[in-house]
């Protein structure tokens, strides 16, 4: 068996595109690498005819291009629903305006693979509401590199000075855009004024998305892109996650592996795997951000118990635990065609 993994514009330009971003999809991406060389199958992340099977990450022109070549050689076509109307939406300024012809063309790519995977039950739910055939979609999370994302004390001290961070921290990671949740953000950081307030990731011009305020809490930090995640996580204590919109939410699954206790928004996405005030808190709205965070930061015990529980997400989502489903998936994939491997 021999796959060719491909993510457009990665190599594009010597890779200048996908520098200094962060994105969870890279992260997934490099994830499927890791996994692939943990089964042992042969890959390619540039096409040639000996693959078998095209797994691409993206529904771009060039992707699309590559499908139906993989489909007129006969080959299989796999497909990762990383991109969704609803998560696509509230990123760049533009898209609104584009969301009815977005969609259509989202429908059009991914109704060419033979087999979709889709980050969670929510994105697979999404999907067949598009119209798209339930039975070539599996729900298959982006995983979390456990060898990668863990606790380090020496991470730990050399992010709480790198970042001048002396009191409780709360921190997020992601792309500074507003779907991302940078209104509750603020808002919460404005209530607990004793306490730091950091955002790891990139921020994008105003050409691009709405600008953050001028004027920011003086208890807030937006550090831009950070070479060192690991350090950045580590030098969180309390993980928020404000986010409207996810299809899995990688930033989180990196959370859980470092041992934070994890506040989130309550939405959809999370159903069956996040679970309140179990491995995690969930708020509805900007008071109960308010109301749970509080509950952290006083109680020791508590952030302590959905540390314990977080570390238990990661591992049922890990590389290791996930990679015999993908190897399933893809057997099942080449069987009608009497593949070996």
Known sequence: MKICLYLEFYHFWGGRIYKKIGTGLLSSYKNQKIMLDRLKISYSEKWDDSSDILQANTPWLNSLRLIKKAHRQNKKVIIWSHVTVEDAMAVF??????????????????GQADLIFAPTEYTKKLLIAYGLSADKIVAQSNAVNLKKYYRDKTKKLSGKKKYNLETITIGTMGLVIPRKGIDTFLTVAKKFSNNQFVWFGKIYSSLWV???????????KFTNYVDDVIEAY??????IFPSYEENEGMAILEAAAVGLPILVRDIPVYEGWLIHNKNCLKAKNDREFKKYLSQLIIDKN??????????????NKSIETLSQKMLREYKKLLVPQDKKF
């Open 234 to 239: 580590n030098a969180m204590d309390i993980f």
């Open 210 to 220: 709405k600008p953050l305020p001028k004027e920011l809490p003086q208890n807030v």
């Open 93 to 110: 300024r533009f898209m609104p305006l584009i969301a009815p012809l977005f969609k259509k063309y989202l429908i059009y790519v991914y």
């Open 302 to 315: 508590l952030r302590a118990r959905l540390s314990a529980e977080a570390k238990k997400i990661a591992k």
